[in-house]
């Protein structure tokens, strides 16, 4: 693989009680899958490459050095942020608590972007794909640019829930991980 092609970043998994992380992985989905197979319980982090997590959250203003012992190989070594995307899973599955189920529910519903959703167009990890004419429609009249993070309320005129957006590397099309427990009716 060309330093070009090289992904900025990596999702490292470590199981519950572990000192040691158990994989390594280019995408989340690969992560995903290896995790649902093996019924692990754990947390899956999206980490920086070729970089300490220390400089990263320096670099993007999340930690400022304010006691000399902040500056030291122990304090360094040891060094996490909570800004890293993580995700935790049960036996396997996604806990409830996620990130990305957090960060969906603290947007009003009322001020996220409404775009079509065919709720039966699911991929193997059931997320929703976004590849529907009445989605790709909607996305253009709304001049929406897909992103890694973006909430958006999903609709069929039947029913309705939001989801954040994510990237399918395997089948190179943007999906949304949907919040299946607030499936609204019309």
Do not use: C
């Not at 989905?29 to 290896?34: G, L």
């Not at 990130?99 to 991929?123: G, H, M, R, W, Y």
Request: glycine share 6%.
């Amino acid at each position: 693989m060309s330093k070009t092609n090289m992904p900025e970043y990596v999702w490292v998994f470590n199981g519950d009680n572990s000192r040691f992380s158990s994989g390594v992985f280019q995408s989340m989905e690969k992560a995903e899958e290896w995790i649902a197979i093996n019924r692990l319980s754990g947390i899956l982090t999206k980490y920086p490459l070729d970089t300490g997590v220390y400089e990263w959250a320096i670099q993007n203003r999340l930690f400022s050095v304010k006691k000399e012992e902040q500056k030291h190989p122990a304090f360094i070594g040891r060094f996490t942020s909570a800004s890293l995307d993580h995700f935790h899973y049960e036996n396997g599955k996604k806990d409830d608590a996620t990130a990305e189920k957090q960060q969906s529910e603290t947007v009003p519903l009322e001020s996220l972007p409404k775009i079509f959703a065919d709720f039966n167009n699911n991929d193997t990890l059931g997320r929703i794909r976004l590849n529907t004419n009445g989605t790709m429609r909607d996305l253009a009249k709304l001049n929406i640019k897909l992103e890694e993070g973006l909430v958006l309320l999903l609709d069929d005129t039947e029913l309705s829930t939001r989801g954040v957006v994510q990237f399918s590397e395997i089948e190179n099309i943007w999906v949304v991980v949907v919040d299946w427990d607030h499936l609204h009716n019309q």
